[in-house]
């Protein structure tokens, strides 16, 4: 088996390496644009996705957040009132974190933005090279994952 890494195959993992900087970067101006940081708008997105509420360490978890950086986001969301700590159905030393009424609403309306925004710039690229893009990523990440 080769050892020595090719040149090109180097230029590829590093221009891929630039190209989800950027997009992390673009994403993150987005949030800022809109008074939130990247966790925070990392955060309301998956806790839109989840109507019944989660629990911080499975957002900070599924999000590669530290818990302690998790806990400040929250802080300042519930400060804002965007967001509420309730109790765990089941167990009284966990919490649940829910939207509030306003939280909801805001939250409706700053993901469809989002959602508007990038499907904008996705719909520039043809479905067919879209699925193939897709499918690349996906298997580059699940072969990555593989060998962890």
């Not at 644009?33 to 978890?61: K, Q, V």
């Not at 957040?65 to 966990?94: A, C, F, N, W, Y």
């Not at 700053?110 to 499907?119: F, S, T, V």
């Not at 193939?132 to 990555?144: D, I, K, M, Q, T």
Request: aromatic letters at 6%; hydrophobic letters at 40%.
């Amino acid at each position: 088996m080769e050892s020595r890494i090719k040149e090109a195959d180097l230029r590829a993992i590093l221009e891929l390496s630039d190209i989800w900087r950027r997009y992390d970067q673009v994403y993150s101006r987005w949030a800022e644009m809109h008074g939130l940081s990247t966790n925070a708008m990392s955060l309301l997105e998956e806790l839109h996705r989840s109507p019944l509420g989660m629990e911080p360490a499975m957002i900070a978890d599924y999000l590669g957040v530290p818990r302690q950086t998790m806990t400040s986001t929250l802080d300042t969301l519930e400060k804002r009132g965007i967001i509420e700590r309730q109790p765990h159905p089941t167990d009284r030393r966990r919490k649940v974190i829910r939207f509030t009424e306003e939280g909801a609403e805001m939250a409706d309306k700053l993901i469809n933005d989002l959602h508007r925004w990038e499907m904008n710039a996705i719909s520039a690229i043809p479905a067919r090279e879209r699925g193939r893009l897709l499918a690349a990523v996906r298997g580059f990440c699940e072969r990555l994952e593989a060998t962890l």
